[in-house]
Antibody, heavy 120, light 111 residues
Framework: QVQLVESGGGVVQPGGSLRLSCAAS????????MHWVRQAPGKGLEWVAF????????YYADSVKGRFTISRDNSKNTLYLQMNSLRAEDTAVYYC?????????????WGQGTLVTVSS | QSALTQPASVSGSPGQSITISCTGT?????????VSWYQQHPGKAPKLMIY???NRPSGVSNRFSGSKSGNTASLTISGLQAEDEADYYC???????????FGGGTKLTVL
């Protein structure tokens, strides 16, 4: 069965950096686009970024453009999110989510999430 | 990207039907059939309930249905059950950013 397991969350100071990972199993990782979606405490969902199955195209929300970088290593079945210049408003649970195709703009499987707290 | 507009809360009694609306623009909901709906119970990851406006993934009850008219999409839940009580989010492709935009979420209470 499809499994997505995020890791790398924690507490970081404003202006700091953090790299999240998402280990995928149960499907052919290299054939599917992948997303990051976040949810601030008590708030709604916010799409963060998308990467095509082969890493050739990447798209970002305006709120993270220029600060976050999505990447993937298909040999390791792992998705990444490099987060730089972190701000208090980046505090959220970060979910990795599978796209059902090359890019279908919805999420058929989600991980359990990893909490990132930006605070001094 | 501006969020899609959903009512903050809806409620219904067991057995009844409810509808949650999701209003966007011609750049998202109205322009594409890439509307999806997610159910989220407290402390859990979201679960896909509807994709491409009206399609149900396997395993999702046929009590859940989706539709769209103009810039507004809708999720209808018929025969309400206690386990349907959750937060519901709509999302859509948006040409504004070549990405995805979510609604603010709707809390469904089963009375």
């Amino acid at each position: 069965q499809v499994q997505l397991v995020e890791s790398g969350g924690g507490v970081v100071q404003p202006g700091g950096s953090l790299r999240l990972s998402c280990a995928a199993s149960g499907f052919t990782f290299s054939s599917y686009g992948m997303h990051w979606v976040r949810q601030a405490p008590g708030k709604g969902l916010e799409w963060v970024a998308f990467i095509r199955y082969d890493g050739s195209n990447k798209y970002y929300a305006d709120s993270v453009k220029g600060r976050f970088t999505i990447s993937r290593d298909n040999s390791k079945n792992t998705l990444y999110l490099q987060m730089n210049s972190l701000r208090a408003e980046d505090t959220a649970v970060y979910y990795c989510a599978k796209d059902p195709g090359m890019i279908r703009y919805y999420f058929d499987y989600w991980g359990q999430g990893t909490l990132v707290t930006v605070s001094s | 990207q501006s969020a899609l507009t959903q009512p903050a809360s809806v409620s219904g009694s067991p057995g009844q039907s409810i509808t949650i609306s999701c209003t966007g623009t011609s750049s998202d909901v109205g322009g594409y059939n890439y509307v999806s709906w997610y159910q989220q119970h407290p402390g859990k990851a979201p679960k896909l309930m509807i994709y491409d406006v009206s399609n149900r993934p396997s395993g999702v009850s046929n009590r859940f249905s989706g539709s769209k008219s103009g810039n507004t999409a809708s999720l209808t839940i018929s025969g309400l059950q206690a386990e349907d009580e959750a937060d519901y989010y709509c999302s859509s492709y948006t040409s504004s950013s070549t990405g995805v935009v979510f609604g603010g979420g709707t809390k469904l209470t089963v009375l």
